[in-house]
C-alpha cells in the first residue's frame, strides 16, 4: 500500500495566473508558514536505520500527530513517519476553523440519519474543540487560539427558509444558535443569519509545533522526509521506506489522508490585507453548494495588519485552475471593500467521506487503523481520531467508535 499525503495541487514555487493571463504576482504559500523561526521542530531527521515501535502512525497532520500524542501519553511507544515536514499536507493548508457548524447542515444530517446520531456527531465535533483548547493550555502551546462565533448566511436574493430548518436541527443537535437580523459585518447586509456560539480558531503549524514538542518530551520519535513504499498490517505489522529502511511494529495507523476517485475536491483560498478591526474577528460561511468560508488572523498580513481568509469554489477533482483564485477574490472584493492586497494564496485537496463522516477506525487487516475523509472538518476528525484509535489500540471501547468506523453500513453516518 502506498500511503501519500493529499498535497497542494499548484506548486508552491509556481506563478498563479489570473484568468486573463496577468499574474497575481504571489506565489503559492499558506500564511501557516510565515512563522518560519517557531516552525522548525516539524523538521525532523528522516529514517536512516531499521526500527521497532509500539506503534507506527503514517502520516504526521493533525490526525496522525493526535494519535501519537494521546497513545504516548499513556506510555505507548510511537514512531511517526512523514515524506515532508510535520503538518505539510492538508493541516498547514486549511483555513484553521475549529467549527462543529458542520458542512452539509444539520437538517440534512438529521433527514438522513435520524435526531440522535445527529446529536451524537455534534457531541463529538464540540468535544474536539474543547480539547484542542484544553492541549493548547496544559502543554503552553503558543498556537493563537481563540474562542469566537460563527455566523451562516445565504446568498442574496434567496429565501430563508433553509435557515429556518437549520436553526431548529441545530438546537434539536444540542448547539447554542441563535437567529440574528444580520452579520456584524460593516458594509455588508448578509441578511438573516444564524450565529453558532463558542466556535474556535488557531494557528495550526503553531499548533502542530507545540504538539511534536510535547510528544518528543514524552519520548515520541519523528522521522520527516521519509517516504513509505509500503505499509502491511496483520499479523506482523510492518513499515518498508523507499530508501530501504524498515520498521516492524504491533499496531500501525495510516493516517494519510488518501481518498477514492469521486470523493476528493480542490478547495482555493486567498488571504487579504485588511485594515485592522475592520471585520470582527469570527468564522463566516455562506450555504452556496460550493460555499465560502472566512475568517481574520489579527495581525496576520505581511505589513501588521488584519489577514482576511477566504475559502471556497470547490471543485470535485479539480487540477488547480486559476480561475477560481480569480473568481474567489472577486467575490470576496464585492462584499469587502475595505480588503487590500492580496498577501498568500494556496489551493488544497479535501477527503470527503460517505455523507461527510471521516473514516476512523480499524482497517479490514488485523492490527491496522485509518483516518481519512475529513472533508472541511478535518482538523476536529483528526482530533476525534486521536481519541478513538487511541482507544482501540489500547483495546477499550470508544463512544463514538459507530459514528466513524470505516466499515460501517450505509445506512448510518
Known amino acids: 500500500m502506498q500511503a501519500r499525503y493529499a498535497r497542494t495541487p499548484c506548486s508552491g514555487s509556481q506563478e498563479v495566473q489570473e484568468s486573463r493571463g496577468r499574474p497575481y504576482n504571489r506565489t503559492m504559500a499558506s500564511c501557516w508558514y510565515s512563522d518560519s523561526n517557531e516552525l522548525g521542530v516539524l523538521y525532523q531527521l528522516p529514517l536512516a536505520r531499521d526500527h521497532c515501535s509500539q506503534v507506527v502512525v503514517v502520516g504526521g497532520g493533525m490526525a496522525g500527530m493526535s494519535v501519537a500524542y494521546f497513545l504516548a501519553l499513556e506510555g505507548v511507544e510511537v514512531a511517526v513517519l512523514d515524506d515532508g515536514p510535520i503538518g505539510g499536507g492538508m493541516t498547514g493548508l486549511s483555513t484553521a476553523h475549529l467549527s462543529y457548524a458542520l458542512e452539509g447542515g444539520y ?11 445527529t446529536r451524537q456527531v455534534s457531541e463529538s ?36 427558509t433553509n435557515l429556518e430548518f437549520e436553526l431548529r436541527a441545530a438546537r434539536r443537535a444540542g448547539l447554542e444558535v441563535e437567529w440574528m437580523g444580520r452579520a456584524p459585518l460593516t458594509g455588508l447586509d448578509s441578511g438573516p443569519c444564524l450565529r453558532f456560539r463558542d466556535q474556535g480558531q488557531f494557528h495550526p ?13 514524552l519520548g515520541g520519535k519523528v522521522y520527516t522526509g521519509t517516504q513509505v ?108 471593500p475595505q480588503a487590500r492586497e492580496v498577501d498568500y494564496l494556496w489551493s488544497g485537496k479535501v477527503i470527503n467521506g460517505r455523507h461527510q463522516a471521516a473514516l476512523i477506525g480499524a482497517a479490514r487487516e488485523e492490527n491496522t487503523f485509518i483516518v481519512s475523509g475529513g472533508g472541511g472538518h478535518g482538523l476536529t476528525h483528526g482530533i476525534i481520531a486521536g481519541q478513538l484509535i487511541g482507544d482501540l489500540v489500547q483495546g477499550r471501547p470508544n463512544q463514538w467508535a459507530h459514528l466513524y468506523a470505516p466499515h460501517r453500513p450505509l445506512a448510518t453516518v
Open 125 to 160: 465535533h464540540r468535544a474536539a474543540v474543547a480539547i484542542i483548547e484544553e492541549i493548547t493550555f496544559k502543554e503552553s502551546l503558543d498556537c493563537q487560539f481563540l474562542r469566537v462565533d460563527g455566523y451562516l448566511f445565504n446568498p442574496p436574493g434567496q429565501p430563508y
Open 229 to 336: 513504499a509500503r505499509a502491511r498490517g496483520g499479523a506482523a505489522p510492518r513499515v518498508e521506506t523507499v530508501d530501504g529502511f524498515r520498521i516492524d511494529c504491533d499496531r500501525l495507523v495510516l493516517a494519510t489522508n488518501s481518498g477514492p476517485q469521486g470523493l476528493t475536491s480542490s478547495t482555493y483560498v486567498v488571504a487579504l490585507r485588511l485594515p485592522r478591526g475592520s471585520v470582527p474577528v469570527a468564522l463566516y460561511w455562506d450555504t452556496l453548494p460550493c460555499y465560502h468560508y472566512l475568517r481574520v488572523v489579527p495581525d496576520g498580513a505581511t505589513d501588521g495588519s488584519d489577514l482576511l481568509v477566504a475559502g471556497g469554489e470547490d471543485q470535485v477533482e479539480d487540477a488547480c485552475s486559476p480561475i477560481h483564485f480569480a473568481k474567489l477574490e472577486k467575490w470576496v472584493r464585492e462584499r469587502f
Open 107 to 117: 437538517a440534512r444530517l438529521e433527514a438522513e440519519f435520524g435526531p440522535e446520531l
Open 205 to 217: 503549524l503553531r499548533y502542530l509545533a507545540g504538539l511534536t514538542r510535547a510528544f518528543l518530551r
